[in-house]
């Protein structure tokens, strides 16, 4: 029985430290609009905003590539992890395109963030969003959708773009080697002794 619960406490030790490396990116710009990011209204909300970013030469275009609502499947290579107990979650997009843009719906809002080399996984919650109540207290997320921008970037974006992108450095994980090392070592002196 020991040498079974110093086994889990091994690798419950262990799986925490894995976890202690899951990052949160910044967007490069951040807004709420009002409306649905899939009526009319929104989408010309969500269009002027990113006009307002003066990142793209006239006449782009955005492009839904993948929506995600909570509890339901979706056939798409998008995954949307939504906790409205705890009004946070994340995604991750595994299809083909770069998703720059992506909306986060809520009732009557929903936020928008920009990504400039795009972005493949991230977290999230409301407060941080800006998507919150009356309280302050977050709302609950309907569905999370990504964008591409079919378009050219500005001369001044893309010089911005590359100087923006520094070689990100490796999130240590905290012991996590040694965690596991030491616990099967325990495991086998106890397993000698015993």
Not at 45 to 63: C, H, P, Q, R
């Amino acid at each position: 029985m020991k040498r079974t619960m110093m086994a889990i406490c091994a690798a419950v030790m262990t799986l925490s430290a894995g976890v202690a490396g899951a990052a949160t990116y910044d967007p490069s710009a951040q807004t709420v609009l009002k409306g649905n990011d899939t009526s009319a209204v929104g989408r010309a909300n969500f269009y002027s905003w990113v006009t307002s970013l003066d990142v793209y030469e006239a006449g782009f275009k955005i492009v839904k590539i993948a929506r995600s609502f909570k509890n339901v499947k979706s056939s798409s290579d998008i995954v949307a992890r939504i906790n409205n107990k705890t009004m946070s979650g994340s995604w991750a997009w595994n299809g083909d395109g770069e998703a720059t843009l992506v909306a986060f719906m809520s009732k009557g809002y929903f936020a928008a963030q920009y990504f400039a080399p795009g972005i493949t996984n991230n977290t999230y919650a409301s407060q941080e969003l800006g998507l919150v109540d009356k309280n302050g207290d977050g709302t609950r997320i309907k569905h999370v959708s990504l964008y591409s921008v079919k378009g050219t970037l500005k001369p001044q974006a893309v010089e911005a773009k590359f100087a923006v992108e520094p070689e990100p450095e490796p999130v240590p994980l905290p012991a996590g080697g040694l965690l596991l090392v030491s616990g099967l070592g325990v495991l086998a002196l106890r397993r000698r002794r015993g």
